[in-house]
C-alpha cells in the first residue's frame, strides 16, 4: 500500500493500523517494506508491524538467498524497535511461497530466532511481547 492508500485508511477508521508481513524501507527497499513516515503512523494508531521473514525483504540486496544469516533480521528487528518502539512489533513470519533464511527455516526455527535476539541483548520480557504479547493486546485494543 503507498502511503497515501495508508493516509486514506488512517482517515476511514480508528482502529489500529497493522501491517502483519512487513520490515522497513530504509533497510530493504522493497515496495512491500515500510518507510519512516508509515511506521510512525502504524505506532502513533497502536498498531502493529509483524516482521517478515522472506529474505528478499530483509536483505538491502532484496537478494532471494536461503543462505541468509541472523545479521538481516537482527539489523531489521532493532530499527523497527527504534521507530516503533516495543510494544508495536512482532513476528509475522511469511512462510507460505516465500524463501525463508535458513537459520529459521520453517516454524520449528522460532526458538533459535528467539535464542538469537536473547544472544543479541533482547531480554525476556521483550522476547514475550514479540513473540505474542504484542498481537494479544492488539487483540484487545481492537475488540
Request: hydrophobic share 40%.
Amino acid at each position: 500500500m503507498n502511503e497515501a492508500g495508508f493516509n486514506d485508511v488512517a482517515r476511514l477508521s480508528d482502529a489500529p493500523l497493522v501491517a502483519t508481513h512487513s520490515n522497513a524501507h530504509a533497510i530493504c527497499p522493497s515496495t512491500r517494506n515500510l518507510t519512516d513516515r508509515q511506521l510512525a503512523m502504524i505506532r502513533d494508531s497502536g498498531g502493529m508491524v509483524g516482521l517478515n521473514f522472506s529474505v528478499s525483504f530483509l536483505r538491502p540486496d532484496g537478494r532471494q538467498l536461503e543462505a541468509t544469516g541472523w545479521d538481516p533480521i537482527l539489523r531489521q528487528m532493532d530499527y523497527l524497535l527504534e521507530h516503533l518502539g516495543e510494544d508495536h512489533l512482532g513476528f509475522g513470519s511469511d512462510y507460505d511461497g516465500c524463501t525463508t533464511p535458513e537459520v529459521i527455516g520453517d516454524v520449528t526455527g522460532l526458538p533459535r530466532l528467539l535464542q538469537a535476539l536473547a544472544d543479541h541483548g533482547y531480554d525476556c520480557p521483550l522476547l514475550e511481547k514479540l513473540a505474542q504479547g504484542n498481537w494479544l493486546a492488539l487483540l484487545d485494543r481492537t475488540l
